[in-house]
Each structure stands twice: as C-alpha cells, then as structure tokens.
C-alpha cells in the first residue's frame, strides 16, 4: 500500500476542514446549542425524564448522532464529487494509487472530522447537561463505526450525484427525517402500538439506541441488534463501493 499517497489525500482534506472550521465545525455547534434550548427547555419543561433519565440528557446521544450522520455524508459526498466537478478526477485515476487507498483517504478524512465534530458537540452537550458515559469503549466504538460506514454512504452518495443539488437531496429528504423520527428526542415506548412497529424498519433507530445505550445502559432496541444492524449496513456500502470501482460506474462522467 502506498501509504505516502493516502497521507496526502487524506492531509489535504484536513485541511480543507480547517479552512472552512466556520463551516465544519462552528455552524453544526451553534446548531446543537439552539437544539437544547428549543428542545431542552421548552419540551424538557413537560417531559422531565424518560426512563429515569433527565430529558437533557436524553436527547444529547441523538444530537450527537444527528450531527454525526449528516456531517459524515456531506464531509464524503462533497470530498469525492468536487474532483469530478472540476475534472481533477482523471489525474487522481491515472495516478498510482489503488481504489482502496483512495477509499482509505476519503473516508478517513471524512470519518476523522465526523469524529471530531462528534466529540466536540459532546463536550458542548456537557455545558448544558450533566452526563455519564456508563461504557465509554462502546461509545467510542459505535462513534468510529458510525462515522465510517456513513461516510462511505457519502462517497457512493458524492459519485452518484451529478450536481450540487443531488448532492444534498439524500442527507436533507431521507437522513435527516429519519434521525428525527427514530427516537433521536424521544423513546420509541412512548409511541402508540402501530407506530412503534413502523418506527421498528427505521435503520437510524438502531444507530440512535445503540449509542444511547452506551450512555446511559437503556435503549430501545438490544444492544446486539443495533451493532448488528450498524455492521450489516457497512458491508452493505463496502459491497456497493467495490461495485463501483469494478464497473467504473459515473467515476469519469
């Protein structure tokens, strides 16, 4: 593997985030900080707490979460689109660099300043809230894989898209909508019968629950079911990306 080549891919994209940290980082923050006082004060005002937990405190794994996902995608879709909008796609093709490590490069990139983003917004969650981590490794671990598997989501998201509007078609109509309504800031045991089995075929609910869990010890769904879930939808992205490599699909046009 020619880890010189990954290291510069993956250091220019770095960089980029931190010529946009207003953008990267500062935007989603304030974001955050507006979602506590709009969902923390005034729905927090007459939800005091959902399973024993305060509902501050509930909602800080969902918003970590619903920033993690977003933030993921855009950081890949826009990483592997703007070479192909400008052209530069050709030269990184003809290159001597593997498909994986191009992969590797991207997704790293995109994954890291998910990551980042991640525990920054946790850390701003902590000026709000009082919280505890009861598992930290699996917080930790379910961070990192989420991160990953929806980061390659947007570099499939970023080769399939032929324009800027495409490109945030799936994370503003589907994504978003999706963390919202899959118990992000609330629990899916307070919902009516019939709807508590369709919030079920959610794919972010596993995500969310999982996470929360490693907060808290309480989800929705087992703990087994929501890494399982996670792990079946990043080999679903990884299958789909080889695919795209191997048949050169929208990679040139």
Known sequence: MNLRAVWAIYK???????RTVLQSIVSPVISTSLYFVVFGS????????????????????GLIMLSLLTQSISNA???????????????LLSAPVSYLEIIIAYVGG???????????????????????????FWMLAFLVLTAVTFSLFGFIIGIWA????????VPLLIITPLTFLGGSFYSIDMLPGIWRTVTLFNPVLYLV????????GKSDVSIGISLGMT??????????????????YRLRT
Do not use: N
């Open 12 to 18: 220019m994209e770095m960089a980029r985030a931190f």
């Open 42 to 61: 005034a729905i927090g005002s007459r939800i005091t707490e959902i399973d024993g937990i305060s509902y501050g405190a509930f909602i800080v794994p």
């Open 77 to 91: 879709s826009f990483a592997i689109y703007f070479p192909k909008f400008v052209g530069s796609i050709y030269e």
């Open 110 to 136: 995109a994954a890291t300043k998910s990551i980042i983003l991640g525990l920054i917004i946790l850390a701003t969650a902590a000026l709000f809230v009082p919280l505890t981590i009861e598992h930290p």
């Open 162 to 169: 032929r324009s800027f509007e495409q490109l945030q078609l």
């Open 209 to 216: 629950s999982g996470f929360r869990w490693s907060f808290y």
């Open 231 to 248: 792990v079946v939808f990043l080999f679903i992205c990884i299958a789909i990306v080889a695919w795209i490599f191997r048949t050169g």
